[in-house]
């Protein structure tokens, strides 16, 4: 059966360029495991063919103790004095993703920003992000939002709408 993949990195891309709270310079694409660098490299593409210039990449390496849980993080990359934007598939319980933001700024990130296609937010995830470093987590609205979600997070949560990929 034939099936088109939609990718929401244009949505994405779009929000990133319009929005005016953390103007795009001195940006860095990070992936936040090997499996994810061919679509930071994507987003990164995306960027420049709309005129974001001189963007870099940066990579995570995370070593598990056991599952479910972080031995270690590694950065492969310069972040210092950039604007980091992650970019993942989804978000579960936050817990890599809020722990990569504490990497990010402790190597010099001035902001932290996340895009991933799937927000599900399970377990203690909103009061990771709340918690968290992060500046902005950016997500479709693939997965319907959770009860005093904004509340919880102070508004660091923003869904964008698959529509227009869909139409």
Known sequence: MPVDNLEA????????????????????????????????????ALLASVGVKDSSLAMIIKQRKGAGEIGSMHLVGNVTGKQAIIIDDIIDTAGTLCEA???????????????????????????????????QVIVTNSIPPQEREEELTQGKITRLSVAPILA
Do not use: W
Request: proline content about 3%.
């Open 101 to 135: 933001t504490k990497v990010l700024k402790d190597m010099g990130a001035l902001t932290v920003s996340c895009f991933a296609t799937h927000g599900l937010f399970s377990g203690k995830a909103i009061d990771n992000i709340a918690k968290s470093q992060l500046d």
């Open 9 to 44: 990195n244009l949505v994405a891309m779009n929000y990133f360029v319009e929005q005016k709270k953390f103007p795009l310079r001195d940006v860095v694409v990070v992936s936040p495991d090997a499996g994810g660098v061919a679509r930071a490299k994507n987003f990164q």
